[in-house]
């Protein structure tokens, strides 16, 4: 039997953390309030402008992330304990039922700066604020620059690479189909949705958090 040509333990790990943060079915009842106003079509439209927003987003930060942190003197580890804690302030959220903090604060901000600035933002909701910092919000940039720094092999670039589009293919899906899936959605299903992968993204947190002390504090390894 061939070994497989991508990570497979690299690729769970980093879907788990990927999908949860960035869960299509947690974005959809943000994305049918902010497009309200739109036809089905404007709704598709915005869901491949933000297709297209959130991939480009999503490589920069997985190709220059690394070296963004190194040019403020941070280390990956201590900006992986930093992560996990952000990470896991998300789960708490998911999992208490509250609003994830940057998509309440992305509402807050829309009704600061006037007139002006909120009709663009009502017409064109696309990039701002649902793909930033809804999607691509500091939960999704510290994922992908923790798991972007740990690929070292062709096979690790190939499950991030692959792990990415599967992810963004699975957003595209639920937002293009917007309304209908709305439709067959329940309010107790989208809260079971929320608490499970609320769950899953506070164990991968604290995992995050506990691979950073070991490494910054290596004698604890020992204990």
């Given amino acids: 039997m061939s070994p497989s040509p991508m990570d497979i333990v690299f690729a769970t790990k980093f879907l788990g953390a990927l999908f949860a943060i960035m869960n299509p079915f ?26 297209i927003y959130t991939l480009a987003m999503c490589v920069v930060i997985s190709l ?25 302030g998300i ?24 007139l ?8 064109n909701p696309a990039f701002y604020p ?31 690479s692959v792990v990415l589009l599967v992810v963004l293919a699975a957003l595209f899906v639920v937002l293009y189909f917007a309304a209908s899936i709305g439709k067959l959605l329940s309010t107790k299903m989208r809260v079971i949705m929320a608490r499970v992968m609320g769950m899953i993204l506070a164990a991968i947190a604290v995992e995050m958090i506990f691979a950073g002390i070991r490494a910054l504090l290596p004698g604890l390894a020992g204990h």
Avoid at 134 to 156: F, R
Wanted: without cysteine; neutral net charge.
């Fill in 64 to 88: 220059a992330g690394s070296h963004i942190i190194r040019f403020f003197g941070v280390s990956l580890d201590s900006f992986r304990v930093a992560g996990g804690l952000v990470l896991s």
């Fill in 91 to 114: 789960a708490l959220s998911m999992l208490n039922g509250q609003p994830i903090t940057s998509h309440e604060r992305a509402t807050q901000e829309k009704n600061v700066g006037g």
């Fill in 26 to 51: 947690i974005t959809l009842p943000l994305f049918l309030a902010v497009t309200a106003h739109k036809t089905v079509a404007e709704q598709r439209s915005q869901a491949a402008a933000i297709l």
């Fill in 116 to 123: 002006a600035a909120r009709t663009e933002v009502e017409d």
């Fill in 130 to 160: 649902l793909t930033f910092p809804m999607i691509v919000g500091p939960g999704t940039i510290a994922t992908l620059i923790i798991y972007g720094a740990q690929a070292h092999q062709a096979k690790q670039y190939l499950a991030f």
